[in-house]
């Protein structure tokens, strides 16, 4: 399951037009294929456990609270009116629309689908500019809905269950629970704090402990409410945004955490997640055929009607967002045709994902009676092709909705300002060169230039390096040939290594000269070949060949430097070859490195990277003291420069 995870994001970056989702319920479906002989049961009293918990408790300590409080109107319309209409209207819909699902199941199946699901929309970001606000919004929606629209599931499907329901006793109760998740979430928190802290106490800094601790934090405060009768879900919920409150000392230990907490709750979530998708498509072949074999439903019925499901709820979705005047992409109060673009681009960005359909797939399979939950397989059925018409939705309908929304955003994006600002460092450390540490400044220079390039994703500048490399070969080729002419090389040395150029050069430019001319130089080379071995011992032969090479270099160095003045936006490839044969040649040059001037070297390393940090912290304040970089950007760029002193930090440690 996890090499599929990897899987699916290799085979999206040579198909990026679709959705990371997709794929991934692609290969769910594609595993149970395999020869595995493996059959997956899942329970599910434990998938809300250890999907749903997790997925909240980490939706909540990543919440933005400014953005969710000056949010706050838009995202709890949504997060609470919009479910609670979906709920209502869509279950006596469902209910109607087939007779065969039990008008409570039909309401657990609408509270299930109400929820949206911001994780599989930030699959879509990389190809789909998301509009800021509208993203904030649905970040915000997503983790407000998926307890309103999990708690409303659950009251459903128990009343499914037991066969009984007050909407009066049922509101109290609703009440209760809720309130009373949030507060444990809230204790749960205090009493974590305080215990962290008499660790803290007794000396145990250890940060491989504590981060245990806090990836263990959501698993048992959802199995403390459901133990007590409250809400899970909201008590995972309440717990991650008082977790989001902490870690504000400055010290050394507080702060390695941090940095190890966003590293593996990340892998965490990005796992969960998969795995979901991955589930969905290991379950749907047997979903299906359990479906297409009834005598009830057709295979053309089961597909209309996911298909009619899906556009009831994005129509009531885009009838909510329309009545309720919410924001689109602006604070402004825009014309009517773009109230009704920004309306469709919040309708399509609600796509259904992770909460939908752990929600279905927690389904109980019998009732309190013991007979067999009524039509769960045509329920997860509908759930599923659901979340498939809404990844393929935005997957597909969202780019020509955004399309001037992702030019404006490349209008304002702050990518050139970032590589003036390590231009601008990589001119300050040239500086200061001197023969003493022109090695070490030169590797750390490299770095900066591979981080230009990086930023760059210029296809030109990335066709330019395979011409510069063939140009490299043939000017080493034109130093060999003006060796052998004016007589200054060892003849075997000097054919053996053109054999080896004309060879490369062939293979990379597929010219008939190069070939030509390796079959005159492996005729020469058999003659000629035993008679050299028997003139050299290979101690010459090692010092002739190093010799040789060592000339070839410096020709190439030279032809580089001279393409410096002209190479333009090239510059850094030009500047990064001449930096790997300089190191080559101090290979070939230095004599035998001694252990005390190789710890000299890394520490003049470690020294000028930091010098480099400290130089482009100041060329970052200077650029956002100018207006010329945003807050967030600033933000952003302090943040990534504080993770590279920290590696320096654990490396000199």
């Known amino acids: 399951m996890l090499a599929a995870i990897a899987l699916s994001n290799l085979v999206n970056r040579f198909i990026p037009s679709i959705s990371v989702p997709i794929i991934q319920i692609i290969l769910g479906v594609v595993i149970t294929y395999l020869p595995l002989h493996f059959e997956l049961k899942l329970n599910p009293e434990l998938f809300l456990l250890l999907f749903i918990a997790p997925l909240l408790f980490n939706d909540g300590r990543q919440s933005d609270k400014e953005a969710l409080w000056r949010l706050k109107k838009p995202i709890l319309l949504l997060a609470l009116g919009l479910v609670f209409m979906t709920v209502a209207i869509l279950g006596f819909f469902l209910n109607w629309l087939l007779p065969v699902i039990p008008l409570a199941a039909a309401f657990a199946l609408a509270a299930a689908l109400a929820p949206t699901d911001a994780v599989a929309v930030g699959a879509l970001e990389e190809k789909i500019k998301i509009p800021h606000q509208t993203m904030k ?127 593996t709750w990340s892998v965490i979530i990005y796992v969960l997640n998969g795995l979901v998708f991955l589930l969905l498509g290991t379950q749907l072949p047997e979903i299906i055929r359990t479906i297409w074999s009834s005598s009830s439903l057709s295979h053309v019925q089961v597909i209309f009607y996911t298909l009619v499901l899906t556009l009831a709820v994005l129509t009531l979705r885009f009838i909510w967002v329309l009545v309720m005047k919410l924001p689109g992409t602006g604070d402004q109060k825009p014309a009517r045709g773009h109230t009704i673009k920004n309306a469709l681009i919040l309708t399509l960005s609600g796509v259904r994902g992770t909460i939908t359909l752990a929600s279905t797939l927690s389904l109980p399979f019998f009732l309190d009676n013991g007979n067999p939950f009524p039509e769960r397989d045509l329920i997860i059925f509908l759930a599923a092709g659901v979340i498939l018409w809404t990844l393929l939705a935005s997957n597909y309908l969202l780019p020509l909705l955004i399309g001037d929304d992702v030019e404006a955003a490349l209008v304002n994006d702050e990518t050139p300002i970032e590589m003036e600002i390590l231009r601008n460092v990589v001119i300050a450390l040239s500086e200061q060169t001197n023969d003493d540490n022109r090695a070490a400044i030169g590797r750390i220079i490299n770095t900066y230039h591979s981080r230009i390039r990086k930023l760059k994703k210029d296809e030109a500048a990335e066709r330019l390096q395979r011409p510069l490399l063939i140009d490299t070969l043939k000017w080493q080729r034109e130093s060999t040939l003006l060796a052998i002419k004016n007589k200054e090389v060892n003849p075997f040395i000097a054919y053996r290594t053109l054999h080896r150029l004309n060879r490369t050069l062939f293979r990379f430019t597929r010219d008939e000269q190069y070939k030509t001319d390796l079959r005159a130089l492996r005729q020469w080379m058999e003659v000629s070949g035993m008679l050299h071995q028997a003139t050299l011992s290979f101690q010459e032969r090692r010092e002739a060949l190093d010799a040789f090479r060592v000339r070839n270099i410096k020709y190439v160095i030279e032809k580089l430097s001279a393409m410096l003045p002209t190479a333009g936006r090239e510059i850094e490839d030009v500047s990064s070859s001449i930096l790997r044969y300089e190191r080559m040649l101090s290979r070939y040059t230095r004599s035998e490195t001694s252990a005390s001037s190789k710890e000299d070297f890394d520490t003049a390393l470690d020294e000028l990277a930091r010098v480099g940090i400290q130089l482009e912290r100041d060329q970052i304040q200077l650029k956002f003291e100018s207006g010329q970089l945003s807050r967030a950007g600033m933000k952003e760029m302090k943040s990534n420069l504080m993770l590279m002193e920290h590696d320096l930090r654990e490396l000199t440690i």
């Not at 915000?140 to 459903?156: H, K, M, R, T, Y």
């Not at 329901?165 to 949030?182: D, E, P, V």
């Not at 979430?185 to 806090?214: A, C, D, Q, S």
């Not at 995972?236 to 190890?260: C, D, M, Q, T, W």
């Open 137 to 263: 919004i649905l970040e915000g929606e997503s983790l407000i809905n998926d307890a309103s629209g999990l708690v409303s599931f659950q009251f459903a499907a128990a009343a499914m269950v037991t066969g009984a329901f007050s909407l009066r006793s049922a509101s109290l109760s609703f009440a209760a629970i809720s309130l009373g998740g949030i507060l444990l979430g809230l204790i749960m928190t205090l009493v974590k704090y305080v215990f962290v802290k008499w660790l803290r106490r007794l000396g145990m800094e250890n940060v491989t402990l504590h981060m245990l601790i806090e990836v263990l934090t959501p698993f048992a405060v959802f199995l403390m409410a459901e133990e007590l009768g409250v809400n899970g879900i909201l008590a995972a919920v309440s717990a991650g945004i008082a977790h989001s409150f902490g870690y504000k000392k400055l010290n050394p230990e507080i702060a390695r955490l941090n940095i190890v907490s966003k590293s």
